[in-house]
């Protein structure tokens, strides 16, 4: 029996409102979703609820809006994609509480799926507030989580809801918390972690904890730079957390007390804009110029990543190698990719990666079949790494 309570314990649900929390925090280029892989792995849940007859009215958040309610974070475009990956209409109401709201769900019929706009519109969403959660679980009779990959905040939506209603986990968490305790919970060594992506700022904790647990970490992406930067190497105009030198010194210092290897690029690819077919060239991460910016790692990187992957025997993988979403920036993160999944294949390799840009390079490259499991979860997923509680989980145990 699972820890937690999962559809199968959901019973007759026909004719009730199932507010289900679904992860729709997709990236997005140019107006249009990118990557529908979040889209695509709560399908499933709704599928069933709605073929058991349920109302399910889903709710999520979109990207960090600060100041309120703003047509750059809606939802109403998101509703739409969903809508084609499903393949069925889905409603939107542009409000996720009141009369709005409220009378939107009134106007659905037994099977119907209505999404609610960001949730995070209220900044007591991410308070946790109990009179703003409330609002939200007027509109259900029972409450549904199929966002592991926000299951880590402690939010109304995540979190508030299941102390308010019958709560069950959806069948995209459930398989993402049966897969990463199969792969990860007890890691066949040695342990691998690839980490990437755009900022150190963002994933300072993840790093610090990961040095004493993994034994090698590839540091890759923009947030190389900053520790690039922390040994003295001059980045030219390369993204970089000038201010948090003195962090990735500390997270150099723990790993070597943990007997951590870190490795860091030797060469990268430099232009002097960041666009597509922008002229660049692969140069010694000694000789950025002053007006280049690294964009993606050198070939010579790629190579001691290789042989990283060919020691590990789980790998975990977070944030791509490079700007993977303009061309060529994509190399580098195409061919540990594939590098990764070849040897998945061949059986000598546990490859778990999560993030949602992650996913998006890894479909890019495309492997993420080929991986052992592919995690739609960003922050959740290495912070369930790292062992910390994820409070959206944590409060669907039985
Ligand atoms: N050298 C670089 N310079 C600038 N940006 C970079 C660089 N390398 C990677 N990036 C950017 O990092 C971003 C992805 O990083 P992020 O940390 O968000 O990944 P993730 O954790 O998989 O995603 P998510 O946060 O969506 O779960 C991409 O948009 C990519 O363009
Ligand atoms: O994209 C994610 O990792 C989740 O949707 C959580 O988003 P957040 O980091 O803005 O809370």
């Known amino acids: 029996m699972a820890v937690f309570k999962t559809l199968d314990d959901i019973g007759n649900i026909s004719g009730k409102r199932v507010l289900v929390r679904v992860d729709l925090n997709v990236p997005v280029t140019e107006g249009k979703v990118s990557d529908a892989t979040r889209i695509e792995r709560i399908a499933p849940t709704i599928a069933e609820l709605s073929g058991k007859g349920a109302k399910v009215i889903l709710l999520a958040h979109f990207g960090r809006p600060k100041d309120g309610p703003s047509p750059e974070f809606s939802l109403e475009p998101i509703a739409r994609a969903t809508a084609e990956v499903l393949g069925r209409p889905v409603a939107f109401a542009s409000d996720c509480i009141g009369d709005t709201a409220g009378s939107a769900v009134a106007a659905m019929d037994k099977g119907d799926v209505l999404l609610l706009e960001n949730t995070r519109f209220y900044k ?19 409450f549904v989580n199929d966002a592991f990959s926000a299951a880590h905040r402690a939010h109304s939506s995540t979190e508030g809801l299941a102390h308010l209603l019958p709560s069950f986990a959806g069948r995209t968490m459930q398989a993402e918390l049966e897969a990463l305790e199969k792969g990860l919970g007890n890691p066949v060594r040695p342990v691998v972690a690839i980490v990437g992506g755009a900022k150190v700022s963002t ?23 900053t520790f690039l930067a922390a040994r003295g190497t001059d980045v030219g105009k390369s993204l970089c957390e000038h201010d948090l030198a003195p962090t990735a010194k500390q997270i ?13 690029p030797v060469d990268g690819v430099v232009a002097k804009e960041f666009k597509a077919g922008a002229a660049c060239e692969t140069v010694a991460i000694s000789d950025v110029p002053a007006d280049g910016m690294i964009l993606d790692v050198g070939a010579r990187t790629v190579t001691t990543i290789g042989e990283w992957i060919d020691r590990a025997a789980t790998l975990v993988w977070n944030g791509p190698l490079g700007a993977f979403e303009i061309e060529p920036f994509d190399h580098a993160t195409v061919a540990a990719a594939r ?3 070849a040897r998945t ?38 912070e369930w790494m790292e062992g910390k509680p994820l409070p959206g989980v944590d409060v669907l145990k039985r």
């Open 124 to 142: 007591a969403e991410e308070k946790n507030d109990p009179a703003f959660t409330e609002r939200l679980a007027a509109n259900g009779d029972i």
């Open 345 to 382: 294949k061949a059986g000598k390799l546990v490859s778990v990666a999560g993030g949602g840009d992650t996913v998006a390079a890894l479909n890019h490259a495309g492997v993420a079949d080929d991986f052992t499991y592919v995690s739609t979860a960003g922050g959740a997923f290495l």
């Open 339 to 341: 590098h990764a999944a």
């Open 252 to 264: 150099m210092i723990e790993a070597a007390e943990a007997g951590c290897a870190i490795i860091l």
């Open 203 to 225: 994933k300072i904790d993840l790093l610090m904890n990961l040095v004493k647990k993994v034994d090698a970490l590839v540091i890759g992406g923009g947030m190389a730079n």
